[in-house]
């Protein structure tokens, strides 16, 4: 069992992380830049000082209110900081100190980004995938178990996902996949290989469709309306990433025994 400690300090440092997500979120779909200018209010454009920027905690000390002008702060930034933080803590809870621990938290971390993102306004930016993609590849080679792996990844992931939107107008009478889950999903085969992509699509499909039917069930939507795919596809490249030998291994049991 890994040390507390280092959990703590890898939630710590995923909270620190987290706070730069928001930047990330807010800005790539603005095209703006990540450095400049400083973290200000969005409302006053008063700059934050760095005792008001201390993830999660700030945000409880001034009750979720900006400083100066006293506007809400949306209550999505403390959020992402908590979810970055408990991401890498059972990150390094699960894989100990390790460079798979390291290379997952960076995964992670991009998955929340274009999840957040997804949800807001329904793109997924080719800023975090398309760099991924190639990052993917040079780690994947690397880390998985054949060189080839993070190719076939790539190529499965992003090849599933085209054939349906392709094939989608035929049978549906309406498009499917956009372009931005396709890429998202090749760069998620890249980094975990072609048999964790799978579990992703799995994992991702089986999710959509239920929050789906309890959203059409609820009537807070129609059959008809489109749901950002990303959040979902995030979610099942989480769980193949944390889980997916054992998922793999277990589903391979269940085909022995069968036989």
């Known amino acids: 069992m890994i040390a507390q400690w280092y959990v703590a300090v890898a939630a710590l440092f995923g909270a620190v992380i987290g706070s730069f997500l928001n930047v990330c979120i807010y800005r790539l779909p603005a095209r703006e830049s990540l450095v400049r200018p400083a973290s200000r ?45 408990a991401g890498y803590g059972f990150i390094v809870w699960r894989f100990g100190v390790t460079v798979a621990a ?43 178990p054949r060189w080839w792996d993070s190719i076939a990844g790539l190529a499965l ?22 372009g931005g889950d ?35 069930g609820a009537r807070v939507m129609t059959r008809g309306t489109y749901i950002p795919f990303g959040p979902f596809l995030s979610l099942g490249a989480v769980v193949a990433m944390l889980y997916g030998t054992e998922i793999l291994s277990w589903y391979g049991s269940l085909l022995s025994e069968r036989r």
């Not at 999903?185 to 980094?191: K, Q, S, T, Y």
Request: net charge positive; aromatic share 10%; charged share 10%.
């Open 41 to 85: 209010c969005l409302q006053c454009k008063t700059p934050i000082a760095w005792h008001d920027n201390v993830p999660i905690l700030s945000y409880l000390w001034l009750r979720g209110r900006c400083r100066s002008c006293r506007v809400r702060i949306a209550w999505r930034y403390p959020l992402v900081e908590a979810l970055n933080a």
């Open 102 to 144: 390291c290379v997952s938290c960076l995964l992670f971390s991009a998955l929340v980004v274009v999840s957040f993102i997804d949800l807001d306004h329904m793109i997924v930016p080719d800023r975090i995938t398309l760099p991924g993609m190639a990052l993917g590849l040079v780690i994947g080679t690397f880390m998985l």
């Open 157 to 178: 992931g992003g090849g599933m996902l085209y054939f349906m939107a392709w094939i989608s107008p035929y049978l549906f009478g309406k498009e499917g996949m956009g």
């Open 182 to 216: 396709i890429k998202l999903l090749a760069m998620i085969g890249a980094f975990l290989g072609w048999q964790q992509v799978l579990l992703t699509v799995i994992v991702g499909g089986i999710a959509g469709s239920v929050v789906g039917v309890a959203l059409i």
